[in-house]
């Protein structure tokens, strides 16, 4: 742990969550949040008084730490400036009911506000004369498309025409971040003449920045938006109120409020350790790529896996000394059957069907990765050890299923000594390592995820791929440690129907969906396949006559490729040569790999290929057994 | 029927469609296209050959009308020029072995392309020559985001400089249109120099044109660019090839292929009747709003339904002559509760529960309506009817509900003293007429629902809106007939957990939603409702807290909404005052609404107060079930 430092109250507005208001406000006490913003819209669809509100949050021990947003005060024409000073007296009221002494004031949109600073500065001081004389508080924020304030600097310079201790200013990482703003100096603000602070991040989009803004925001750390560099700037100020999140996105309005509140918490605590304050987070581990991965069977597929492996090289190389746990091995990969009733594996099989239940990452240092993992709020797990047994630890994912930390034992044995009765070696096919390995997710949990592989591990976001699978498209995005010894391509589906869509489906979302194995002699590796009788995918002769046009391959290297059913792909880096196998019972499939010189991708332009394959062999099954 | 004129072929891209190639080319084939458009992609994910997708086509009658796209072509560093026209040689292979003598050339977006016309010319010529050798032809299009060639004038300079009678234009009306470019002119160019149209749409959005055109595209008539002017422009020209229609849509790459595919043909009828070819379109029937809406119920049903409407002021006015069909009216308001054992509502009701099955409008010809709905390829239908009783035809609309055209009679006879026994007048609640019929469509369903609205009966399309539900956005738009006397809000939601996504689980897509009757002395009504006990949605005080701020209304203006429950909408049109119902069977529900002066909406602004309270009840009355 780092040393302890200043711990910001956090909080998030209401609008960040699903449900109803009540539901809303439990979901964020029970996560641990400090307070919530009131969203106005929630409030004046809610069938209580502002007073049941300020009861049910104290009830909760949620303080209300603003109440937004005020819109469209400032500089409008005489008669609308009357009137719009009678509105705040209103919502003077509800907030003095809500118990929050803080409104929100975001800078005007209307087409008929006047470009004028000093009318605006006059306003708002006016408005704050009328706030503090009921001992609340305004604090003024630049839209990113204000009509005529869009920046934090403009809004600053406002707020010191208007000379008014009532009167602050609120700034929010997106207005700012969104638009290319620079935050730096935000710094040289005084602390306390900011009143709030709004942190949201967002993914790189091309489009209005309205919409971007209104469906999809995400959490700190979900997106791609520098907003530590933001945070940075603002704590410089000496600001010492509370971290806020307000986050208008679509899968949020759906998703279940208690999971959408505790990554918002998480991306609060991680931005906070970032900047340098709250209980800090021990760093990351460092990698060196995957021990093993273990899949959950029963017999009669452990039987069929076994055989799938077999056919790919795989040897039986042991037994655990006291579970239904099976062996297979190649090169550094280690693939782990588990049979074994009552144990966790045996209850994913139940619900997934024949998966990966657990991944192993090899670590330096297991113990600071999982208190890590802790401090986030992950889960953690400690599977039931026979004598003598290895202890592994463990963090839980956000769609159940393992992540175990394996660290060097100072014995220097190997887990698999340990725990494993080993049988002596055989020949192999060539494959090395685990490549990657590639997950399907539930529409709409990306963002949870991406959360967990940057938050706990540090992982490192890939470019965004668009896939056409013959059934709608897929995104695409691996997710990679510093060093690139572990690979998660992450992938979901809009549609059902696409391979990813009946994947989260017919598996009720087991995250592995494809494990890729690494080769130095990818054609040597297929060779020995072929001899096995591995059910490789077929490649269409006409992805080869493209392949010669596209890339001006030499005849050669196109009939090898072709001869071997290679895919193939090249960019600045290097190249890329690589083969599918088919699907293991409408389930997770395989993939040989070969890079050569310093190619980084994962092949994505072959994708359709492959998917389009996968259909029509899936399609053939189907009218072959409707015909049988 | 207007005079015949030239029928043009009509083709379609594989890349509209989902499935794989050979599912495309077959619904393409069932639903009536002329030709298709090989998309590059769909044939090399394909595994057989060009000849055996000839072999296919023609099978099914089908016309390759060109193979597409050739990218990344012209005005190349020489190196790279070279290798170029090598791949253009391999693809000419691949159209001599499809059968197709054309070819989409598109401009290059390469970083690396020189901004030279010559250079461009002067490879398209080379290209165009080497075609030409084995009887090929060359089109080249603009692309909207194209390096340095991205209008169709600038296109067609450039074949004019390369000046090969094998090398023509191709122009596509999203590539013009998305970036405001004007297509008059493409009139001037001489129509055999035009070797291809492609048509798109979109909906109008304020994003990058890139990511809008591969995502968002529509047939036209679905969206919002002016592609009948694009249309007439480039059929001044003489030109007489196929209309094609080339559309990168998510939701298009998802749903079933032959339900695309009859949509677009519907869009290519629609199109070239507009422009004033093909067999002709009878115009749309003038509309005279709702003459009734039936629901499909059974015996239970019914007596609560009944129970309901009596509460709302509505009296039983008439049983149908040989049918276990009831009538209820009020005002100009007729609702129709059929129990009809082996009817269409029965059928309706086993499918979808008690909901309406069918709307009947007023129309001043119903046999030229129908005539067009045939035309374009809609089905229609005619109601089992008794001895003596009115015929009424029907068109079924794309989610198989029947939409009935009662048409005055010659006999000056209404359809209900022809066909039903009616029963004397009692008092009524001063509900006047149907104002408008919201229905809530599946999601990726409301294109289908715009080219039924729009092109069977000419309505117009209003402003979209997002609404937010407790549980995600819901998006709103009316289709109106032009005289505003039918109204018709379309729904949908991407998230299952909306109101209108769980109403359309629960009913399996049973459109209409809620029903809004009109009213011209609303506070009168609302009293006569509440004598009857009618079940009417409360409104949270919050919300009139917020209108006295927002809109600023006098106190008593204020009481008398509150005292009713009324919600309220002001625009520089008029005024709306408007209650809800509960809702019926968690499926639909009833609005009473006021129009004051010209306000032509429908309250968007208070749906989130509705959808609020509704979620409200819903869940109470979960928590009670439970509790009992």
Redesign the interface.
């Known amino acids: 742990m780092t040393e302890q430092h200043f711990s910001f109250a956090k909080s998030i507005a209401t609008v960040s969550l699903?449900?109803?208001l009540p539901?809303k406000l439990e979901a964020a006490a029970a996560v641990g949040f400090d307070g919530v913003e009131i969203f106005?819209?929630d409030?004046?669809?809610?069938?209580?008084?502002?007073a049941d509100i300020r009861r049910i949050a104290e009830g909760l021990g949620l303080a209300i730490t603003i109440f937004q947003p005020f819109r469209d005060f400032e500089a409008m024409p005489e008669n609308i400036r009357v009137?719009n000073l009678?509105?705040a007296e209103?919502?003077f009221?509800?907030m003095q009911a809500l118990g929050t002494d803080l409104v929100l004031v975001c800078s005007n949109v209307q087409p008929s506000a006047i470009d004028d600073d000093i009318r605006a500065a006059a306003d708002l001081a006016e408005m704050a004369e009328r706030a503090s004389r009921r001992g609340l508080r305004v604090g003024y924020e630049a839209l990113a498309w204000g009509r005529h304030v869009n920046t934090w600097k403009h809004a600053w310079d406002i707020v010191q025409k208007a000379d008014h201790p009532a009167l602050g200013l609120i700034v929010d990482s997106f207005h700012t971040l969104s638009i290319n703003d620079d935050p730096a100096g935000i710094a040289d603000v005084p602390g306390d003449r900011i009143f709030f602070v709004q942190l949201a991040d967002a993914p790189l989009?091309?489009?209005?920045v309205l919409?971007w803004s209104?469906?999809f925001r995400n959490f700190p750390g979900q997106g791609e938006l520098p907003v530590d560099d933001f945070l940075r700037a603002v704590l410089a100020s000496g600001y010492r109120g509370p971290l806020s999140l307000e986050i208008f996105n679509?899968d949020f309005?759906?998703a279940p409020a208690r999971q959408t509140a505790r990554d918002g918490l998480r991306s609060l605590i991680l931005s906070e350790a970032k900047a340098g304050y709250g209980k800090g987070l021990p760093e990351p581990p460092a990698f060196d790529g995957f021990e093993f991965l273990e899949f959950a069977v029963d017999e009669q597929a452990k039987e069929d896996l076994a055989a799938f492996l077999g056919s790919l090289g795989f040897r039986h190389a042991g037994r655990h000394r006291s579970k239904s746990v099976e062996l297979y091995r190649q090169g550094r990969v280690n693939l782990v059957l588990n049979s074994e009733p009552d144990s966790a594996a045996s209850e994913h099989f139940q619900m997934h069907g024949p998966s990966v239940c657990a991944m192993a990452l090899r670590v330096d240092d297991a113990d600071k990765a999982v208190d890590r993992a802790e401090a986030l709020l992950y889960g953690t797990w400690r599977e039931r050890i026979g004598e003598g047994e290895r202890r592994i630890q463990s963090v839980r994912a956000p769609d159940g299923t393992l992540v175990y930390l394996v660290q060097p034992d100072q014995s220097g044995h190997s887990i698999w000594e340990d725990d494993f009765t080993l049988f002596p070696e055989t020949e192999e096919s060539g494959l090395t390592c685990i490549d990657h390995v590639a997950q399907a997710l539930p529409f709409g949990r990306m963002d949870s995820f991406i959360l967990f592989y940057r938050g706990v591990f540090g992982f490192v976001l890939e470019q965004l791929w668009?896939l056409?699978?013959?059934?709608?498209?897929i995104q695409s995005r691996a997710i990679v440690s510093p060093d690139r010894s572990v690979r998660l391509p992450l992938n979901f589906s809009?549609?059902r129907?696409?391979a990813t869509g009946r994947f989260v489906s017919a598996t009720a979302g087991a995250g592995v969906h494809h494990i890729a194995f690494a080769t130095d002699t990818i054609e040597k590796t297929l060779t020995s396949l072929t001899k096995a009788d591995a059910p490789m995918l077929?490649v269409?002769?006409?992805?080869y006559?493209?392949l010669?046009?596209?890339l001006?391959l030499d005849d050669d290297v196109l009939s090898d490729l072709q001869r071997f059913g290679l895919l193939f792909d090249r960019d600045d880096q290097g190249e890329f040569s690589h083969a599918y196998t088919e699907t293991f019972e409408e389930r997770f499939f395989f993939e040989i790999v070969q890079r050569r010189g310093g190619y980084q991708q994962f092949g994505a332009v072959n994708a359709?290929?492959r998917?389009?394959?996968q259909?029509?062999l899936r399609?053939q099954t189907q009218i072959e057994d409707f015909l049988s």
Chains 1, 2 share one sequence.
Do not use: F, Q, W
């Open positions: 699903s449900g109803t539901e106005e819209n409030l004046l669809t809610y069938d209580g008084s502002p009137r009678d509105r209103r919502k009221d509800i989009m091309k489009m209005d919409s209104r469906h679509d309005r759906t668009e056409p699978d013959p059934y709608g498209l809009e549609s129907k696409t077929p269409p002769a006409n992805y006559d493209d010669a046009a596209r001006g359709a290929v998917m389009a394959m259909t029509r399609e």
